[in-house]
């Protein structure tokens, strides 16, 4: 079983920026692809962005392309999201999760183990 361990979370000014770090343990963590997650209060869970496990190709939703960027390091069992021109619309709880694929994915219906979140609130 895969455990997942977001950080990096807090407040912060719009315009600013934040790096999320997911830690995971377990056997199959460099095996699959690995997606970043948010939930807004009222709103649907919804992937951000994702990356699979060998080649390390992404996708981002297109509320975040060109400002996160997602990568990781499976040498540290590590996946980043690093998001930048952050505005109060990017508040939200930020999960990440392991799919069952090896290619990168946005649908929820492929991953199986999440990570207990990390809040983001942008702020003045």
């Known amino acids: 079983q895969v455990q997942l361990v977001e950080s990096g979370g807090g407040l912060v000014q719009p315009g600013g920026s934040l790096r999320l770090s997911c830690a995971a343990s377990g056997l199959s963590f460099s095996s699959n692809a690995i997606g970043w997650f948010r939930q807004a209060p009222g709103k649907e869970r919804e992937c951000v962005a994702a990356?699979?496990?060998?080649?390390?190709?992404?996708n981002e939703a297109d509320s975040v392309r060109g400002r996160f960027t997602i990568s990781r390091d499976n040498a540290k069992n590590t996946v980043y999201l690093q998001m930048k021109s952050l505005s109060p619309e990017d508040t939200a709880v930020y999960y990440c999760a392991e799919a069952i694929t090896t290619g990168q994915t946005m649908a929820p219906r492929w991953y199986r183990y999440w990570g207990q979140g990390t809040q983001v609130t942008v702020s003045s």
């Open positions: 990356i699979s496990r060998t080649r390390g190709s992404t």
